[in-house]
């Protein structure tokens, strides 16, 4: 079985910086995406940042020019550094990954992508 563990979160002061990690961990042939949504008090869940396995990287709007996505594939772990923050940053952080793993159904064993989600981990800007 596969998990994501955050880590990271806490209180920011606004402009200051956070850094958030997550590790994944269990039965991993190989992870393709990476990304970090998150979901503040009301709001539904939005993406924030997204690092492909090739390394590709894209990120939301409100986050473009002060925040960087970066993974360790050795480690299966994506890291979220973001500079600048707001209080609007306020939220529940959650590490999202496709993970590939190897299937045995009925004594055929084939490679499938599963998503993963970890449980979240709060960061609160504020002064």
């Known amino acids: 079985q596969v998990r994501l563990v955050e880590s990271g979160g806490g209180w920011v002061q606004p402009g200051g910086s956070l850094r958030l990690s997550c590790a994944a961990s269990?039965?991993?042939?190989?992870?393709?995406?990476m990304s970090w949504y998150r979901q503040a008090p009301g709001k539904e869940r939005e993406h924030v940042a997204t690092?492909?396995?090739?390394?590709?990287?894209n990120y939301a709007d409100f986050v473009k020019g002060r925040a960087a996505i970066s993974r360790d594939n050795g480690e299966n772990m994506v890291t979220l550094q973001m500079t600048d923050a707001k209080p609007d940053d306020t939220a529940v952080y959650y590490c999202?990954?496709?993970?590939?793993?190897?299937?045995?159904?009925?004594?055929?064993?084939?490679?499938?992508?599963?998503?993963?989600w970890g449980q979240g981990t709060q960061v609160t800007v504020s002064a």
């Open positions: 690092i492909e396995s090739g390394g590709r990287k």
């Open positions: 269990g039965t991993i042939i190989y992870i393709n995406r």
């Open positions: 999202y990954a496709a993970i590939v793993e190897k299937e045995a159904i009925e004594g055929v064993i084939s490679h499938k992508s599963h998503d993963y």
